[in-house]
């Protein structure tokens, strides 16, 4: 179901009718605020309104703390990350991917994240279907596009090395294969196909970058280019 399906879903009778129901459940105005605030900045970001998606972002990170899933904190920073890098604000996008990579190092973040993913389900009730419907909720993807997104954003910032990039791209390759996803591969080759035309190896940035779609095209849901980017 795409975004679009879900707001007619939303607007439609049945749903208003179950949506009156889940309101009446314990817990359920916590979950609720989670929703509206998460479907409201989707809805500024579809129209590109990035401030206001920044703002509503912003306000999920805050609210979010109280309920202490750290899945939801993870989301709330991966979404305003990619909001302060539509606006140009490449360093403070910078300082939140960065925050999300490094949970692929430290086992203990990751066991708790593997803890709150797996019981948030249960806690949401109801709220679950519609959660895991209209966004990305995925841990491994927001992570490993996190790194992509992280070396993408490298670009408009002279000061950070190439060598550091491309030792960022090697982590998040270590980071799908770890996780078992190493169709997700093509990501990190697209970008490192960028890195490599920046310094002025085009023929290998081009072989690069056909092995990227080539592998994309295996996998067109994954974290990675659409299959018309090259």
């Given at each position: 179901m795409n975004f679009s399906d879900l707001m007619k879903l939303?607007?439609?009778?049945?749903?208003?009718?179950?949506?009156?129901?889940?309101?009446?459940?314990?817990?359920?105005?916590?979950?609720?605020d989670v929703f509206q605030l998460m479907m409201s900045a989707s809805a500024a970001e579809k129209e590109g309104k990035w401030r206001t998606a920044e703002s509503i972002w912003e306000k999920f990170i805050v609210r979010v703390e109280t309920i202490d899933i750290f899945l939801l904190q993870l989301?709330?920073?991966?979404?305003?990350?990619?909001?302060?890098?539509?606006?140009?604000?490449?360093?403070?996008?910078?300082?939140l991917y960065a925050q999300i990579i490094g949970i692929s190092s430290d086992p203990n973040l990751l066991r708790r994240l593997e803890s709150d993913t797996a019981s948030m389900k249960d806690?949401?009730?109801?709220?679950?279907?519609?959660?895991?419907?209209?966004?990305?909720t995925t841990p491994e993807i927001l992570i490993a596009s996190s790194f992509r997104s992280f070396v993408s954003v490298s670009f408009s910032?002279?000061?950070?090395?190439?060598?550091?990039?491309?030792?960022?791209?090697?982590?998040?390759?270590?980071?799908?294969?770890?996780?078992?996803?190493p169709e997700w591969a093509h990501a990190f080759r697209e970008e490192r196909a960028?890195?490599?035309?920046?310094?002025g190896k085009i023929q290998e940035a081009l072989n690069e970058a056909k092995v990227a779609l080539s592998m994309r095209r295996h996998d067109p849901d994954g974290p990675?280019?659409?299959?018309?980017a090259i």
């Open positions: 939303v607007r439609g009778k049945e749903f208003s009718a179950f949506l009156a129901d889940l309101l009446n459940l314990p817990g359920a105005d916590e979950w609720r989301i709330g920073k991966k979404n305003l990350a990619d909001a302060y890098n539509s606006l140009g604000k490449d360093r403070e996008a910078m300082a806690e949401m009730g109801p709220f679950a279907l519609l959660f895991e419907s209209a966004f990305v910032l002279p000061d950070l090395p190439l060598e550091h990039l491309y030792a960022v791209l090697d982590e998040g390759l270590q980071f799908v294969e770890k996780v078992g996803h960028d890195l490599l035309e920046e310094e990675g280019i659409s299959q018309t």
